[in-house]
């Protein structure tokens, strides 16, 4: 059985929950209702106001744990173990969900140009990070299981109905940088689809702020510091209708003869990635592009990452590294970032 922590999440950014404004009518009583579950490895904290906000955020984790079934590494039976059980054998039929998140994240891999690859199942099994046992693998398992990491051997259909095809044996599909985002966009949908415009859903510091306040101010979306105890922050990002999402090694890491090895895997090595960067924090519209982009850019660095996100419409991001400073992409120059703890200090 493949008992690996895979669709992990950790809490990597969070919300000034100011649903009430100065400005709002005080006949409008409506009192923001929160819906708590563990899903996809991680907290999910769903805050929205309506009056049927009870049954909606039941909908909404119904759909969560539906897509987590489909994707999970914790369970035989989810599309992505039968995907991989067959690789190098034959195409399996998968469901829309699994089809759209593959083809994503293979898009998201050619833009990342592989930093991002939903195929470093391998190296993730072998590290084996967050599981309590986690050692420094040989060399030679390092490089065995890196030369099985390929998104370009994907072969994904849509033919005859959805399929899907890992073509060599030993490859192993891993959704855990991306799959978070997905259920953060559907959660999105199904608030939609109530007539739900405004609201908060939290998936372990994957945000998606969607709308605005009532009064129609941005959300405020605390960026963790790194280098701090959860849930301090280091600034604070105003968004409205986007997805917020942070990739960090300093959340779920083992450390080995004065070494940290955490769980953002670069492709190209087959270790940690090790640059300067202490995390990275993506803005866009889809949560399933800000969950994969921000592992990427992670891994990428901070050079490339910067030139990759400034290079992007309609995406900003945050980057820090281990020196304490701070670059923010070119979009969010105009006051849209605010840094506010002191320690940490803008790099041109
Ligand atoms: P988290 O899920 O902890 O919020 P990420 O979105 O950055 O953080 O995803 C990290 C997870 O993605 C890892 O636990 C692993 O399952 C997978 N992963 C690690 N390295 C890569 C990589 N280079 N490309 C794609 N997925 C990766
Ligand atoms: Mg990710």
């Keep these: 059985m493949v008992v690996n922590r895979k669709l992990a999440g950790w809490a990597t950014a969070f919300i000034f929950l100011a649903f009430s404004c100065a400005g709002c009518s005080t006949t409008e009583k409506q009192e923001p209702y929160t819906a708590r579950d563990f899903k996809l490895d991680t907290e999910i904290i769903i805050t929205i106001e309506d009056s049927q906000a009870p049954k909606i955020c039941s909908h909404i984790l119904q759909r969560i744990t539906q897509i987590e079934k ?24 998968v469901s829309t969900d699994t089809h759209y998140v593959l083809s994503r994240a293979v898009f998201i891999s050619t833009l990342t ?32 299981a890196k030369a099985l990491v390929d998104y370009k051997s994907l072969q994904i259909n849509n033919d005859s109905g959805p399929s899907v095809l890992v073509t060599r044996p030993g490859q192993v599909v891993d959704l855990g940088g991306i799959a978070k985002g997905y259920a953060g966009d559907e959660a999105k949908r199904i608030l939609l689809e109530h007539g739900v415009l405004r609201g908060i859903i939290n998936l372990g510091g994957n945000v998606m702020a969607i709308g605005s306040k009532k009064d129609g101010s941005p959300w405020r979306v605390g960026i963790q510091n790194p280098l701090a105890p959860r849930g301090t922050y280091l600034g604070i990002v105003y968004v409205t209708d986007k997805a917020v999402v942070t990739s960090g090694g300093y959340e779920r890491y083992f450390i080995k003869d004065g070494r940290r090895y955490h769980h953002i895997i670069d492709p190209a090595t087959g270790y940690p990635a090790d640059n300067s960067l202490i995390s990275v924090t993506v803005v866009t519209k889809m949560g399933i592009d800000a969950d994969a982009l921000s592992t990427g850019a992670y891994v990428l660095g901070l050079t490339e990452g910067m030139k990759l996100i400034d290079s992007l419409d309609g995406v900003e991001a945050i980057f820090v590294t281990n020196d304490k400073k701070v670059y923010i992409s070119q979009g969010l120059k105009n006051n849209y970032f605010q840094l506010t703890d002191e320690d940490f200090s803008y790099d041109e």
């Design 70 to 93: 489909k994707m999970t590494l914790f369970s035989n039976d989810s599309e992505i173990a039968r995907l991989n059980a067959q690789a190098g054998l034959k195409s399996v039929e």
């Design 113 to 144: 140009q592989g930093a991002y690859d939903p195929t470093i199942g391998p190296l993730v099994k072998l590290w084996d990070i967050g599981s309590g046992l986690a050692t420094v693998p040989s060399a030679t398992g390092i490089q065995k």
